[in-house]
């Protein structure tokens, strides 16, 4: 119906007027500016940090299961004493035994405690008790020496595995297999160094010390009650749900817990925090979404009313129009057309904004954030957002322009 | 004919008051005739303008132009009545300031339709240059004399071959000799076929005419060939200014 021409005039139109009136124009677009720039900043480091999760999340292992006690939430508390509920060493052997999609479980306890090497003593070092299974769900290279066996395990034998920073701050040499540090009053030979991981995200701290004695050792160290937690290597990805399902039948049925009565441990595949994290990343998506569509509507009531201004100023421009022949539509899909490109142009400055804001990001140390970019959606989304504005918002001024009537428009002083 | 009404009257109401601006009308308008309309302020020319223009409805009355009711039209259909059948040229020119001269008389091709879309380009210097502003194209209106602009007004009402040229009171911001420029243009187009209705408060631009149409309150008071009527005195001014262009 309308000419291709008239659509080509229209937007020149827009922008020589925006460029006319260039301060006006981005004073006006500033809400949808900031409201962009802002969506497009917060989606940028959400985005980077989902990316730099997920990574680490592979580092540490897809297929691994976590298996912990856990008192069921709602039920009377001595009902279920933690006493009851802790994992016991002969559930683990249940779960490696009869557990088909399980490779391999390794309980994991830890403790803090004095550790001595020569004249020097650390007070409160990190030491693991582990079983041989551990060095199968961790990938964790052994550096020097040799991994735990399982004769270290079944001898209870006093062995341990260091990391760089113990070494470092019990003053060993750089390959101190051979040597004998004491933990807890006995003494243990140090029969291989264990790579460190660095990650920020899953609690390891980095600069920490870690001792590792095998699993039989820890808990001579603690209580007879003593916690602990277990992990499960299970035999591809896709077994997942299997090998949960199986750990959860063998540690109920070991449990004695009737149909009716809730789990009094957790299991856990590692996807499931992925999923959490993604629940969570997509909630504050959300919560920026809405702060977004507050400005936007902020920025959309100063579309308006700039745009009520200039039809009141080009009144005669619109009379004129009429007057040669522009119909209605015509003269409302010209400022429709306006309101529209200006609020792109708003969005255009705003993801510019916003993708400097987010290579900004990457240079903060420490924030995990060096990932972080804005994806070409949201860029999208951003200017999809940005016409909607100038659509909704150009609406009521363009309408009143349609209405104008040719006379009283070219009377119009 | 081109142009008939019957009838027409034109009622204003402004609070409680009721201004009739037309008091029943009745007018034939041919092809091809030079007309000029005249009364004092107030007697309703511009109205009438209007009405001719399609620009407004007469409150009551028939108005044919080329035997089509255009009382009867809505806004849409009187849009494309003014694109295709009427070029309107007003005493304040109404140029956008921004666009060029060409820019400007390009304008009404953006709302036609069909086959007044082609060449819009190319149609749009020939006016141009049909109005002596051949080289003045990729001017702006603010680097334009007052005729100049008139000239390219004028271009603008010629683009889509219109049927009526109407021009309300078109020499009113200039002065005598771009008057008599301006006038000049209007008599070569009438003889070239084109049915032209100025509106004028001057003898002098009556004079250029060949029918004079006198408006009193809102009545026709007299409508005679311009050797009848008192503006026929200046006639032979008129040659002379025409002889001297020529
Ligand atoms: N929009 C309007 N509302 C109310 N009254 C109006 C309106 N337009 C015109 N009139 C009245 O209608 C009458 C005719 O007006 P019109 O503009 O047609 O006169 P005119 O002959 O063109 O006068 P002028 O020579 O001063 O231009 C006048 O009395 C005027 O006040
Ligand atoms: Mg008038």
């Known amino acids: 119906m309308i000419s291709p021409a008239f659509w080509w005039q229209a937007i020149k139109l827009a922008l020589s007027q925006i460029r006319a009136n260039i301060g006006r124009s981005l004073l006006t677009a500033l809400g949808i500016i900031v409201g962009v720039a802002s969506v497009t900043t917060v989606i940028a480091a959400l985005d980077g940090l989902k990316d730099r999760v997920l990574t680490e999340f592979e580092t540490f292992g897809a297929n691994r299961l976590l298996i912990f006690p856990d008192r069921p939430d709602g039920y009377p508390r001595n009902l279920y004493p933690w006493k009851d509920v802790r994992l016991k060493v002969e559930e683990i052997d249940a779960i490696a035994q009869h557990c088909p999609s399980v490779r391999v479980v390794t309980p994991i306890t830890s403790l803090k405690t004095a550790v001595q090497h020569g004249e020097r003593i650390l007070e409160g070092i990190s030491v693991t008790g582990i079983r041989p299974a551990w060095h199968e769900t961790e990938n964790r290279s052994i550096l020097e020496g040799r991994p735990f066996n399982s004769i270290d395990e079944e001898e209870a034998r006093q062995v341990c595995l260091l990391n760089d920073d113990a070494i470092r701050e019990l003053g060993l040499p750089a390959d101190p297999t051979g040597e004998h540090i004491i933990i807890g009053a006995r003494r243990y030979l140090v029969v291989g160094t264990v790579e460190t991981i660095q990650s920020m995200m899953l609690g390891i701290n980095t600069s920490s010390a870690e001792i590792f004695i095998p699993f039989a050792m820890a808990a001579r160290l603690k209580d007879d009650d003593f916690f602990f937690r277990a992990t499960a290597m299970i035999r591809s990805p896709e077994l997942a749900a299997e090998a949960e399902s199986e750990v959860r039948f063998v540690l109920r049925k070991m449990r004695g817990l009737d149909g009716d009565e809730p789990d009094t441990f957790e299991v856990a595949a590692i996807d499931q925090f992925i999923d959490q994290f993604k629940a969570l990343a997509a909630g504050i998506t959300a919560i920026a979404g809405g702060i977004v569509g507050i400005s936007l509507l902020v920025g959309g009531i100063g579309i308006m009313n700039i745009m009520l201004v200039s039809v009141s100023e080009r009144t005669r421009e619109i009379g004129l129009r009429k007057a040669v022949g522009a119909t209605p539509s015509a003269v409302l899909m010209q400022f429709l057309l306006e309101a529209v490109v200006l609020c792109l142009v708003g969005g255009a400055v705003g993801v510019l904004i916003g993708e400097i804001l987010a290579i900004g990001l990457t240079f903060i140390p420490d924030a995990g954030l060096d990932q972080a970019h804005v994806p070409l959606w949201a860029i999208i989304m951003s200017f999809s957002f940005s016409a909607a504005v100038g659509v909704i918002f150009g609406m009521f001024p363009a309408i009143k322009a349609s209405r104008l009537d040719p006379i009283e428009a070219l009377r119009h002083e | ?246």
Request: contains cysteine.
């Open chain 2, 1 to 246: 004919m081109l142009i008939s009404l019957r009838d027409i009257t034109k009622i204003y109401r402004v609070g409680i008051d009721t201004v009739h601006a037309l008091r029943g009308v009745d007018l034939d308008i041919g092809e091809n005739e030079l007309v000029a309309i005249m009364g004092s302020s107030g007697s309703g020319k511009s109205t009438l303008m209007n009405v001719l223009g399609c620009l407004d409805r007469p409150t009551d009355g028939t108005y044919l132009l080329k035997d089509r009711r255009t009382d009867r039209m809505g806004a849409v259909e009187l849009a494309h009545v003014r694109n295709e059948l009427i070029g309107f040229v007003f005493q304040s020119f109404e140029l956008l300031p921004r666009a060029t001269a060409l820019a400007n008389v390009e304008l009404p091709s953006l709302y036609a339709r069909g086959e007044r879309r082609r060449d819009r380009r190319k149609r749009a210097r020939e006016v141009l240059d049909r109005v002596g502003l051949g080289d003045r194209m990729d001017h702006r209106p603010n680097q334009l004399s007052g005729g100049q602009k008139q000239r390219v007004a004028i271009a603008r009402s010629l683009l889509n071959r219109p049927a009526i040229l109407l021009a309300d009171e078109p020499t009113g911001n200039l002065d005598s000799t771009t008057t008599a420029d301006i006038l000049r243009l209007f008599r070569a187009l009438h003889r070239e076929g084109q049915t032209v209705i100025i509106v004028t408060h001057e003898d002098e631009v009556a004079a250029h005419c060949e029918r004079v149409i006198r408006l009193h309150d809102g009545r026709i008071a007299s409508d005679l060939p311009i050797s009848e009527d008192p503006a026929g005195r200046l006639l032979e001014e008129v040659a002379e200014i025409t002889e001297s262009g020529s």
